[in-house]
């Protein structure tokens, strides 16, 4: 039996933040705001595996208060494979994409790829993960926000 799941997720690109995506923290003047360290890659991600699962959201398991202030969204999507494999389920695949127009992301794909397989305990070749601009289109073109989508297909164990 398979399951589909499908994550969003967009913040604003503000001076005196890391850019953190997909746990790998990139180089770069600006980075994400958010109450978390604004990790789209990784909400987007545990978001359609808690959408697959049919078990709400992101705010559903990880309110906005003072307990989660600043957290590491590693610690989401390490909630979100939990619950996966309580559910009986794993990753048959994942496909990420990421809306960002500076700096170019190419150089640290892989690693954004290597670090989720990592937390999810999958194989790479499940996970993949594309990058894209908005061609100077909406607040991402305009360098003012990042969004990231993602897909995952769980089947069960």
């Known amino acids: ?5 499908y994550g969003e997720d967009i913040h604003r690109l503000v001076r005196e933040r890391k850019l953190i995506l997909g746990g790998i923290v990139i180089p770069h003047e600006f980075g994400l705001l958010g109450h978390s360290d ?27 208060d003072e307990a989660n ?5 590693a610690i989401i999507l390490k909630k979100a494979d939990e619950l996966m ?9 994942i496909d990420l994409s990421i ?18 397989a990592s937390i999810l305990s999958t194989d790479l070749k499940n996970i993949s993960i594309k990058a894209m601009t908005n061609e100077g289109l909406d607040a991402i073109g305009r360098q003012e926000a990042c969004r990231a989508t993602a897909v995952v297909l769980l089947r069960r164990k």
Do not use: W
């Open 1 to 5: 039996m398979y399951r589909i799941g």
């Open 38 to 64: 604004a990790d789209v890659v990784l909400h987007a991600l545990s978001e359609a595996i808690f959408g697959a699962l049919a078990a709400g959201d992101l705010g559903t398991h990880f309110p906005s």
């Open 69 to 73: 202030k600043d957290l590491d969204s």
């Open 85 to 93: 494999r309580q559910e009986g389920y794993q990753i048959a695949n």
């Open 99 to 116: 809306a960002l127009e500076k700096p170019r992301l190419a150089p640290y794909i892989l690693m954004m790829r290597v670090n989720i």
